[in-house]
């Protein structure tokens, strides 16, 4: 991932509606995402972590500069959330994922159906601002996990293959205080096959 360009969505403004709407979407890559992206590479400029993937400089987040860290956390955080985000969006998508991921999250969980409640769960439940996430960890192991503000599973070791942005801003427009139900329809827009390959490319 580079870390100096916004990487465009993969699909255009209004294809994940009636989800999430044009406007939101519009918003929410090309200014909110844009300024975490901004405020990473003014950071990170003339440091020795200029030329690494953003990715990489979050896994390293412990040492990068302490007068830096802060910064890197939030908005180079804000940058590696959010191009994951979009990735594993898409029209005409939701149903159930495949595959290995599949395998491995019926045996970690029970069944699909009891991943989706832990999940939702993870994301209704987060106070104020934050993701859920489905990450990787050790052996191709599966978890569910919910971290605050723009804190990226990548600082804690984790992968994150699968995340639900739950800040105000990636629905108040069309859901206003509605979270749950901006959860439940973000299902529908899931797009389990890239969610597939990034837990290839993980384990
Ligand atoms: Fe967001």
């Given amino acids: 991932m ?12 209004d294809a994940l509606e009636p989800w999430i709407d044009e406007q939101t979407m519009r918003l929410h890559h090309d200014k909110h995402h844009q300024v975490y992206l901004d405020n990473f590479v003014k950071a990170v400029t003339g440091t020795p972590f200029e030329n690494l993937t953003a990715t990489e400089t979050l896994r390293r ?27 594993i969006m898409a029209p005409n998508a939701g149903g159930t994922p495949e595959g290995a ?49 723009q804190d990226t599973p990548l600082s804690a070791g984790q992968t994150p293959i699968l995340g639900l942005d739950v800040w105000e801003h990636a629905y108040y427009l069309k859901y206003q205080n509605r979270r749950a139900e901006y959860v439940a329809n973000w299902w529908n827009v899931v797009n389990w096959r890239k969610v597939g390959e990034l837990y290839q490319a993980a384990i």
Avoid at 2 to 13: E, F, G, I, M, R
Avoid at 107 to 121: A, D, I, Q, R, V
Wanted: avoid cysteine; aromatic fraction near 12%.
């Fill in 101 to 149: 991921v599949a395998e491995r999250l019926a045996g970690t969980f029970g069944s699909f159906e009891s991943f989706k409640e832990t999940f939702t769960k993870a994301a209704v439940g987060q106070f104020g601002s934050g993701w859920a996430w489905l990450v990787v960890g050790p052996g191709g192991s599966l978890a569910v996990t919910a971290t605050p503000n």
């Fill in 61 to 87: 987040l412990a040492e990068v500069p302490e007068n830096i860290r802060t910064v890197v956390r939030n908005h180079g955080g804000g940058h590696v959330n959010h191009s994951l985000f979009w990735e």
């Fill in 2 to 13: 580079s870390q100096h360009t916004l990487p465009p969505l993969p699909y255009a403004y």
